[in-house]
């Protein structure tokens, strides 16, 4: 086609309705990006972010290569890749050249701020790579270094991911799989995780693939606490025909608000008021108690909460938010 008539082509192609839409919502999610830019919580993340994935990258190459030990998701399977090619490149590298395929499948799935926060961040886990090359921690028991490691980059790990932050990685890949083939995102990784551990079985021992497996187990573990923190909430609901002296004596005593939910007993068929509320683990035991004493027949439900955002909790602003003009 001569280059007269391809430009024409070119802007009527530009002109279609989908492409106008794509255009007008990467505006909109570029203005959004832009606008985060200005507020002191993304920066916040950001600072999280680097002192998050710098911790990571020092426990990647003090712990893991020495001890030969994998991690989970990406890195594990960058590490696994690592054993046939690190004489020709560096594990940095090889890190962002398995992101690159990552981030076009999920670039239409996800808002710009999000991929290019995660873009930052896999930056930043790049450069801290190469930084913390050549670190190694002292911990000569196998056991000891894969506790402490797993400990360590999970818990700072699980700080950044509770304040929006995002290394890109296997949680892109998941999420279009759970989209796209209706697979849940936990099954995702527990099979990379599963192909991890039996490669470094067989590319080792069996001990250095169940010293992986520690690590995975306390990495996990951490980076929930890191996540929701050590104070865990617990959601109630009270099931009870003295709804109102439950509310009265039990309730009110704890200084906790709470709701009315209107529902119907599935065997006895009689209309109750369904309470709910949120207190903290201290609460729980006095809570059973003033119960008890109240309604000995209730019956409670307790479930463990993570974040909790309003009244005697936390404030929208101490989550960073900010109400927009």
Do not use: C
Not at 283 to 300: Q, S
Request: no cysteine.
């Amino acid at each position: 086609m001569p280059a007269q008539a391809a430009i024409p082509f070119f802007f009527a192609f530009l002109s279609t309705k989908s492409v106008r839409k794509f255009m007008n919502q990467f505006k909109l999610d570029f203005k959004e990006f832009v606008q985060a830019l200005f507020t002191w919580k993304y920066w916040w993340m950001l600072t999280a972010l680097a002192l998050g994935v710098f911790t990571f990258s020092g426990v990647v190459n003090g712990i893991l290569l020495p001890h030969n030990f994998y991690a989970g998701g990406l890195t594990g399977l960058g590490l696994l890749f690592y054993e046939y090619i690190k004489e020709f490149i560096p594990f940095s590298l090889l890190y962002v050249l398995l992101n690159i395929p990552i981030f076009i499948i999920g670039f239409r799935e996800f808002s710009l701020k999000f991929i290019l926060t995660s873009l930052i961040g896999m930056a930043f886990y790049a450069i801290s790579l190469e930084m913390t090359d050549g670190i190694r921690i002292s911990i000569n028991d196998p056991m000891l270094a894969a506790i402490f490691g797993g400990a360590l980059a999970g818990f700072s790990t699980g700080i950044y991911l509770s304040l929006g932050g995002s290394v890109g990685g296997l949680d892109i890949i998941g999420t279009v799989i759970k989209k796209r083939l209706a697979i849940p995102i936990g099954t995702v990784f527990n099979i990379v995780n599963f192909v991890v551990i039996s490669s470094n079985a067989f590319l080792y021992d069996l001990e250095t693939a169940l010293y992986t497996g520690v690590f995975m187990y306390v990495f996990s573990w951490s980076m929930q606490k890191g996540q929701i923190g050590f104070s865990q909430r617990k959601s109630v609901f009270i099931i009870s025909g003295r709804s109102e002296e439950v509310a009265e004596n039990v309730l009110k005593k704890l200084d906790r608000g709470f709701t009315y939910f209107h529902a119907s007993g599935g065997y006895a068929k009689e209309e109750k008021r369904v309470i709910y509320t949120v207190i903290n683990l201290l609460e729980l035991g006095r809570l059973k108690e003033y119960l008890f004493n109240t309604d000995p027949d209730a019956f409670i439900s307790v479930q463990d909460t993570g974040d909790v955002i309003g009244k005697r909790f936390l404030t929208w602003e101490e989550e960073g938010f900010r109400k927009r003009n």
